[in-house]
Protein backbone atom coordinates (compact mmCIF):
# COMPACT_ATOMS: atom_id res chain seq x y z
CA UNK A 1 0.00 0.00 0.00
CA UNK A 2 1.14 3.63 -0.68
CA UNK A 3 0.04 6.98 -0.73
CA UNK A 4 0.57 10.46 -1.48
CA UNK A 5 -0.50 13.97 0.51
CA UNK A 6 1.44 17.36 0.04
CA UNK A 7 1.34 19.16 3.45
CA UNK A 8 3.17 22.21 4.98
CA UNK A 9 6.53 21.23 5.85
CA UNK A 10 7.15 23.88 8.43
CA UNK A 11 4.30 22.74 10.91
CA UNK A 12 4.05 18.79 10.00
CA UNK A 13 5.57 16.92 12.92
CA UNK A 14 6.02 12.85 11.56
CA UNK A 15 4.95 10.59 13.77
CA UNK A 16 7.09 7.93 14.84
CA UNK A 17 6.96 5.17 11.73
CA UNK A 18 7.36 1.37 12.02
CA UNK A 19 10.72 -0.33 10.43
CA UNK A 20 7.93 -1.48 7.88
CA UNK A 21 7.79 1.87 6.15
CA UNK A 22 10.06 3.95 4.21
CA UNK A 23 9.74 7.66 3.80
CA UNK A 24 11.43 9.66 1.29
CA UNK A 25 11.31 13.64 1.30
CA UNK A 26 11.23 15.51 -1.79
CA UNK A 27 10.77 19.57 -0.92
CA UNK A 28 10.45 22.69 -2.89
CA UNK A 29 9.90 26.68 -1.58
CA UNK A 30 6.68 25.85 0.45
CA UNK A 31 5.58 22.48 0.47
CA UNK A 32 7.61 19.24 1.04
CA UNK A 33 5.93 16.00 -0.84
CA UNK A 34 6.09 12.92 1.03
CA UNK A 35 6.02 9.31 -0.13
CA UNK A 36 5.11 6.32 2.53
CA UNK A 37 5.79 3.05 1.62
CA UNK A 38 4.30 0.15 3.27
CA UNK A 39 6.79 -3.17 2.55
CA UNK A 40 5.51 -6.36 2.90
CA UNK A 41 7.30 -7.62 5.63
CA UNK A 42 10.18 -6.82 8.03
CA UNK A 43 13.08 -4.76 6.69
CA UNK A 44 16.04 -6.09 7.75
CA UNK A 45 19.06 -3.95 9.01
CA UNK A 46 22.37 -4.60 6.89
CA UNK A 47 24.68 -6.78 8.83
CA UNK A 48 27.59 -5.00 10.52
CA UNK A 49 30.94 -5.28 8.69
CA UNK A 50 33.59 -7.32 9.63
CA UNK A 51 35.24 -6.10 12.76
CA UNK A 52 39.00 -6.97 11.17
CA UNK A 53 40.32 -8.15 8.08
CA UNK A 54 42.84 -10.91 8.62
CA UNK A 55 44.26 -10.58 5.60
CA UNK A 56 44.97 -6.99 5.49
CA UNK A 57 46.78 -7.48 8.82
CA UNK A 58 49.12 -9.56 7.89
CA UNK A 59 50.04 -8.00 4.55
CA UNK A 60 51.80 -5.69 6.85
CA UNK A 61 54.09 -8.24 8.03
CA UNK A 62 56.02 -10.16 4.91
CA UNK A 63 57.26 -12.68 7.17
CA UNK A 64 53.91 -13.88 7.37
CA UNK A 65 53.40 -14.11 3.83
CA UNK A 66 52.93 -17.79 3.37
CA UNK A 67 50.28 -18.22 6.49
CA UNK A 68 48.43 -15.61 5.21
CA UNK A 69 48.28 -17.18 1.44
CA UNK A 70 47.45 -20.39 2.72
CA UNK A 71 44.46 -18.65 5.26
CA UNK A 72 43.09 -17.26 2.35
CA UNK A 73 43.59 -20.84 -0.02
CA UNK A 74 41.63 -22.52 2.34
CA UNK A 75 39.50 -19.75 3.69
CA UNK A 76 40.26 -19.82 6.89
CA UNK A 77 40.24 -15.64 6.18
CA UNK A 78 36.47 -15.85 6.12
CA UNK A 79 35.82 -17.87 9.43
CA UNK A 80 38.47 -15.57 11.21
CA UNK A 81 37.29 -12.51 9.82
CA UNK A 82 33.47 -13.44 10.87
CA UNK A 83 34.23 -13.96 14.43
CA UNK A 84 34.17 -10.81 17.06
CA UNK A 85 36.93 -12.45 19.15
CA UNK A 86 39.34 -14.13 18.05
CA UNK A 87 43.32 -14.93 18.26
CA UNK A 88 45.66 -16.00 15.67
CA UNK A 89 48.58 -17.83 16.13
CA UNK A 90 51.06 -17.16 13.39
CA UNK A 91 53.65 -18.91 11.86
CA UNK A 92 56.70 -17.26 10.07
CA UNK A 93 57.93 -18.22 6.67
CA UNK A 94 60.50 -20.64 7.58
CA UNK A 95 57.73 -22.74 9.83
CA UNK A 96 55.15 -22.53 7.05
CA UNK A 97 57.31 -23.77 4.66
CA UNK A 98 58.22 -26.87 6.94
CA UNK A 99 54.42 -27.51 7.06
CA UNK A 100 53.33 -26.79 3.35
CA UNK A 101 55.99 -28.63 1.66
CA UNK A 102 55.39 -32.18 3.11
CA UNK A 103 51.08 -31.91 3.41
CA UNK A 104 48.35 -31.84 1.41
CA UNK A 105 46.10 -28.33 1.30
CA UNK A 106 43.28 -30.13 3.34
CA UNK A 107 46.16 -31.39 6.01
CA UNK A 108 47.36 -27.81 5.97
CA UNK A 109 44.08 -26.44 7.20
CA UNK A 110 43.03 -28.73 9.92
CA UNK A 111 46.46 -27.52 11.51
CA UNK A 112 45.79 -23.88 10.65
CA UNK A 113 42.18 -23.93 12.07
CA UNK A 114 43.94 -25.53 15.56
CA UNK A 115 46.52 -21.83 15.39
CA UNK A 116 42.77 -20.09 14.88
CA UNK A 117 41.70 -19.63 19.15
CA UNK A 118 38.06 -18.91 20.20
CA UNK A 119 39.45 -16.35 22.70
CA UNK A 120 41.53 -13.13 22.97
CA UNK A 121 44.91 -13.92 24.21
CA UNK A 122 47.20 -11.20 23.91
CA UNK A 123 51.05 -11.16 25.31
CA UNK A 124 49.59 -9.81 29.23
CA UNK A 125 46.93 -12.63 29.96
CA UNK A 126 49.43 -15.20 28.22
CA UNK A 127 51.09 -14.47 31.63
CA UNK A 128 48.74 -14.38 34.09
CA UNK A 129 46.46 -17.52 33.33
CA UNK A 130 44.85 -18.66 36.26
CA UNK A 131 46.72 -21.99 37.42
CA UNK A 132 49.25 -21.34 34.75
CA UNK A 133 47.22 -23.45 32.39
CA UNK A 134 44.51 -23.62 30.41
CA UNK A 135 42.05 -25.14 27.68
CA UNK A 136 41.45 -22.91 24.43
CA UNK A 137 38.63 -24.04 21.96
CA UNK A 138 39.93 -23.63 18.44
CA UNK A 139 38.11 -23.36 14.85
CA UNK A 140 39.73 -26.98 14.63
CA UNK A 141 37.02 -28.52 16.79
CA UNK A 142 34.19 -26.32 15.00
CA UNK A 143 34.48 -28.71 12.05
CA UNK A 144 33.42 -32.06 13.27
CA UNK A 145 36.97 -33.70 12.54
CA UNK A 146 37.95 -33.33 15.83
CA UNK A 147 37.04 -36.16 17.88
CA UNK A 148 36.94 -35.73 21.53
CA UNK A 149 39.05 -32.56 22.84
CA UNK A 150 41.56 -32.73 19.83
CA UNK A 151 40.20 -29.42 18.74
CA UNK A 152 41.29 -27.93 22.03
CA UNK A 153 44.75 -26.08 22.85
CA UNK A 154 46.65 -26.65 25.76
CA UNK A 155 48.15 -23.22 26.82
CA UNK A 156 50.77 -22.99 29.69
CA UNK A 157 52.78 -20.34 31.52
CA UNK A 158 55.65 -22.12 31.74
CA UNK A 159 58.96 -21.29 34.18
CA UNK A 160 61.28 -18.13 32.94
CA UNK A 161 58.63 -16.20 30.78
CA UNK A 162 57.88 -18.35 28.21
CA UNK A 163 54.35 -19.82 27.22
CA UNK A 164 54.06 -23.14 25.77
CA UNK A 165 51.69 -24.12 23.40
CA UNK A 166 50.21 -27.82 22.96
CA UNK A 167 47.23 -30.06 21.88
CA UNK A 168 44.96 -31.12 24.80
CA UNK A 169 45.07 -34.67 24.11
CA UNK A 170 46.60 -36.56 27.49
CA UNK A 171 50.21 -36.61 27.01
CA UNK A 172 51.19 -34.13 24.65
CA UNK A 173 54.02 -32.54 24.68
CA UNK A 174 53.99 -28.46 24.55
CA UNK A 175 56.02 -28.34 21.28
CA UNK A 176 55.06 -24.41 20.52
CA UNK A 177 55.91 -21.41 22.25
CA UNK A 178 55.17 -17.82 22.04
CA UNK A 179 57.69 -16.05 20.31
CA UNK A 180 56.11 -12.45 20.10
CA UNK A 181 52.89 -10.34 19.69
CA UNK A 182 52.19 -8.97 15.90
CA UNK A 183 48.93 -7.01 16.27
CA UNK A 184 46.08 -6.16 18.82
CA UNK A 185 42.68 -4.35 18.15
CA UNK A 186 41.67 -5.35 21.93
CA UNK A 187 39.09 -7.35 22.69
CA UNK A 188 38.73 -8.43 19.19
CA UNK A 189 41.26 -9.62 17.60
CA UNK A 190 45.35 -10.74 18.36
CA UNK A 191 47.84 -11.87 16.51
CA UNK A 192 50.27 -13.69 17.81
CA UNK A 193 53.47 -15.64 16.57
CA UNK A 194 54.33 -19.07 17.65
CA UNK A 195 57.67 -21.10 16.66
CA UNK A 196 56.11 -24.22 15.38
CA UNK A 197 52.92 -25.83 14.51
CA UNK A 198 50.56 -27.65 17.28
CA UNK A 199 49.73 -30.74 15.84
CA UNK A 200 47.31 -32.80 17.14
CA UNK A 201 47.35 -36.48 17.35
CA UNK A 202 46.43 -37.66 13.78
CA UNK A 203 45.85 -34.53 12.47
CA UNK A 204 48.63 -34.98 9.71
CA UNK A 205 48.02 -38.71 8.87
CA UNK A 206 43.55 -38.07 8.50
CA UNK A 207 42.86 -38.76 4.74
CA UNK A 208 42.37 -35.80 2.89
CA UNK A 209 38.84 -35.46 0.14
CA UNK A 210 40.07 -37.36 -2.43
CA UNK A 211 40.06 -34.61 -5.95
CA UNK A 212 41.37 -37.59 -7.83
CA UNK A 213 38.37 -38.92 -9.47
CA UNK A 214 37.18 -35.20 -10.55
CA UNK A 215 36.36 -35.35 -14.23
CA UNK A 216 38.51 -32.58 -15.79
CA UNK A 217 37.92 -32.75 -19.17
CA UNK A 218 33.75 -33.17 -18.49
CA UNK A 219 33.85 -29.87 -16.41
CA UNK A 220 35.87 -28.43 -19.44
CA UNK A 221 33.63 -29.29 -22.21
CA UNK A 222 30.63 -28.14 -20.28
CA UNK A 223 32.22 -24.93 -19.83
CA UNK A 224 33.08 -23.86 -23.42
CA UNK A 225 36.50 -25.43 -23.73
CA UNK A 226 35.99 -28.15 -25.62
CA UNK A 227 38.75 -27.19 -27.57
CA UNK A 228 41.44 -26.88 -25.27
CA UNK A 229 40.01 -30.07 -23.45
CA UNK A 230 40.97 -32.00 -26.44
CA UNK A 231 44.36 -30.87 -26.36
CA UNK A 232 44.80 -31.88 -22.42
CA UNK A 233 43.92 -35.18 -23.96
CA UNK A 234 45.71 -35.40 -27.19
CA UNK A 235 49.43 -34.22 -25.96
CA UNK A 236 48.81 -36.38 -22.64
CA UNK A 237 48.80 -33.11 -20.07
CA UNK A 238 45.89 -34.40 -18.67
CA UNK A 239 47.78 -37.05 -16.57
CA UNK A 240 49.78 -33.99 -15.32
CA UNK A 241 46.67 -32.07 -14.21
CA UNK A 242 45.06 -35.51 -12.35
CA UNK A 243 48.44 -35.86 -10.70
CA UNK A 244 48.76 -32.51 -9.41
CA UNK A 245 44.87 -32.64 -7.72
CA UNK A 246 45.56 -33.32 -4.48
CA UNK A 247 48.32 -31.12 -3.82
CA UNK A 248 46.44 -27.90 -5.54
CA UNK A 249 45.49 -27.22 -9.24
CA UNK A 250 44.18 -24.14 -10.55
CA UNK A 251 42.78 -24.77 -13.73
CA UNK A 252 42.71 -21.28 -16.47
CA UNK A 253 40.65 -22.80 -19.20
CA UNK A 254 40.59 -20.91 -22.78
CA UNK A 255 37.25 -20.97 -24.46
CA UNK A 256 36.49 -22.03 -27.89
CA UNK A 257 36.38 -18.69 -29.29
CA UNK A 258 39.78 -17.62 -28.18
CA UNK A 259 41.61 -20.42 -30.35
CA UNK A 260 39.64 -18.80 -33.39
CA UNK A 261 40.61 -15.16 -32.68
CA UNK A 262 42.98 -12.48 -34.87
CA UNK A 263 46.19 -13.25 -34.23
CA UNK A 264 46.45 -16.42 -32.40
CA UNK A 265 49.69 -18.34 -33.38
CA UNK A 266 49.11 -21.71 -35.40
CA UNK A 267 49.53 -24.13 -32.83
CA UNK A 268 50.21 -27.00 -35.55
CA UNK A 269 53.53 -25.43 -36.01
CA UNK A 270 54.70 -26.08 -32.56
CA UNK A 271 56.56 -28.95 -31.63
CA UNK A 272 54.77 -32.00 -28.92
CA UNK A 273 57.37 -30.41 -26.13
CA UNK A 274 56.28 -27.14 -26.70
CA UNK A 275 52.64 -27.84 -26.73
CA UNK A 276 52.96 -29.30 -23.24
CA UNK A 277 54.78 -26.37 -22.10
CA UNK A 278 51.63 -24.24 -23.60
CA UNK A 279 49.18 -26.60 -21.57
CA UNK A 280 51.30 -26.20 -18.79
CA UNK A 281 51.43 -23.07 -18.54
CA UNK A 282 47.12 -22.65 -18.44
CA UNK A 283 47.57 -23.94 -15.08
CA UNK A 284 48.80 -22.97 -11.40
CA UNK A 285 50.10 -26.06 -9.00
CA UNK A 286 48.03 -24.31 -6.19
CA UNK A 287 44.34 -23.66 -5.12
CA UNK A 288 44.01 -20.06 -6.34
CA UNK A 289 40.39 -19.07 -6.67
CA UNK A 290 39.72 -15.86 -8.29
CA UNK A 291 39.50 -13.78 -4.99
CA UNK A 292 42.95 -14.95 -4.50
CA UNK A 293 44.14 -13.70 -7.75
CA UNK A 294 42.67 -10.52 -7.30
CA UNK A 295 45.15 -9.82 -4.03
CA UNK A 296 48.46 -11.44 -5.71
CA UNK A 297 51.09 -9.16 -6.54
CA UNK A 298 53.95 -11.55 -6.90
CA UNK A 299 54.91 -13.27 -10.37
CA UNK A 300 52.88 -16.66 -10.54
CA UNK A 301 54.31 -19.69 -10.94
CA UNK A 302 52.73 -22.36 -13.81
CA UNK A 303 53.15 -25.89 -14.21
CA UNK A 304 54.95 -24.93 -17.12
CA UNK A 305 57.67 -22.78 -14.62
CA UNK A 306 60.80 -24.68 -14.34
CA UNK A 307 63.15 -22.10 -13.53
CA UNK A 308 63.18 -18.34 -11.62
CA UNK A 309 61.25 -16.67 -13.97
CA UNK A 310 60.21 -18.50 -16.41
CA UNK A 311 56.76 -19.65 -17.50
CA UNK A 312 55.39 -16.63 -14.96
CA UNK A 313 52.63 -15.23 -15.08
CA UNK A 314 51.59 -11.70 -13.56
CA UNK A 315 47.85 -10.61 -12.14
CA UNK A 316 46.04 -7.37 -12.21
CA UNK A 317 42.38 -6.19 -10.90
CA UNK A 318 40.04 -3.51 -11.03
CA UNK A 319 36.94 -3.83 -9.20
CA UNK A 320 35.86 -7.44 -9.46
CA UNK A 321 37.75 -8.07 -13.14
CA UNK A 322 41.42 -9.66 -12.92
CA UNK A 323 43.34 -9.59 -16.24
CA UNK A 324 46.15 -12.06 -16.28
CA UNK A 325 49.85 -10.67 -18.25
CA UNK A 326 52.26 -13.05 -19.70
CA UNK A 327 54.65 -10.40 -21.41
CA UNK A 328 53.36 -10.98 -24.75
CA UNK A 329 49.23 -10.98 -24.28
CA UNK A 330 46.78 -10.71 -21.62
CA UNK A 331 43.41 -11.76 -20.48
CA UNK A 332 40.26 -11.46 -18.87
CA UNK A 333 39.63 -14.39 -16.33
CA UNK A 334 35.88 -14.82 -17.25
CA UNK A 335 33.86 -17.32 -15.11
CA UNK A 336 34.39 -19.75 -12.41
CA UNK A 337 33.75 -23.22 -13.24
CA UNK A 338 34.90 -24.90 -10.09
CA UNK A 339 35.83 -23.49 -6.53
CA UNK A 340 36.46 -26.32 -3.94
CA UNK A 341 39.68 -26.49 -2.09
CA UNK A 342 42.25 -27.80 -3.48
CA UNK A 343 40.60 -27.19 -7.41
CA UNK A 344 40.14 -23.96 -9.31
CA UNK A 345 39.22 -24.20 -12.47
CA UNK A 346 38.43 -20.76 -14.18
CA UNK A 347 37.45 -19.82 -17.83
CA UNK A 348 39.79 -16.89 -20.00
CA UNK A 349 38.87 -14.90 -22.50
CA UNK A 350 41.99 -15.50 -24.69
CA UNK A 351 45.43 -17.92 -25.06
CA UNK A 352 48.08 -17.50 -22.58
CA UNK A 353 50.95 -16.96 -24.65
CA UNK A 354 54.26 -17.25 -22.72
CA UNK A 355 56.90 -15.00 -23.88
CA UNK A 356 59.34 -18.18 -23.91
CA UNK A 357 57.53 -19.44 -26.82
CA UNK A 358 55.72 -16.48 -28.36
CA UNK A 359 58.21 -13.35 -28.03
CA UNK A 360 59.55 -14.00 -31.46
CA UNK A 361 56.29 -13.66 -32.62
CA UNK A 362 53.89 -10.41 -33.75
CA UNK A 363 51.92 -9.98 -30.65
CA UNK A 364 48.15 -10.13 -30.99
CA UNK A 365 45.80 -7.69 -30.18
CA UNK A 366 45.62 -7.02 -26.38
CA UNK A 367 42.70 -8.10 -24.07
CA UNK A 368 40.75 -4.65 -22.87
CA UNK A 369 41.92 -3.62 -19.84
CA UNK A 370 38.71 -3.61 -17.53
CA UNK A 371 36.66 -0.20 -17.60
CA UNK A 372 38.30 1.09 -20.71
CA UNK A 373 37.50 0.65 -24.31
CA UNK A 374 39.15 -0.42 -27.32
CA UNK A 375 41.25 2.19 -28.93
CA UNK A 376 40.34 4.36 -25.97
Do not use: W
Request: aromatic content about 6%; hydrophobic content about 40%; overall charge negative.
Amino acid sequence: MSFFHTLDADVYQFPPLPSAFGILLSSSSSTAEVFVIFHNGCVSPAPPPPAHNITAILDGFPEYSQFNNYLTQTKLDDEINSRQTITVLALNNGAMSALADKHPLSVIKNVLSLLVLLDYFDGGKLHQISNGTTLSTTLYQTTGNAPGNLGFVNITDLQGGKVGFGSAAPGSKLDSSYTKSVKQIPYNISVLEISAPIIAPGILTAPPPSASNLNITGLLEKAGCKTFASLLVSSGVIKTYQSALDKGLTILAPNDEAFKATGVPDLSKLTNAEVVSLLEYHALPAYTPKGTLKTTKDPISTLATNSAGKFDLTATSAGDDVTLHTGVDSSRVADTVLDSAPVSILTVDSLLLPEELFGKFPSPAPASEPGKKPGG
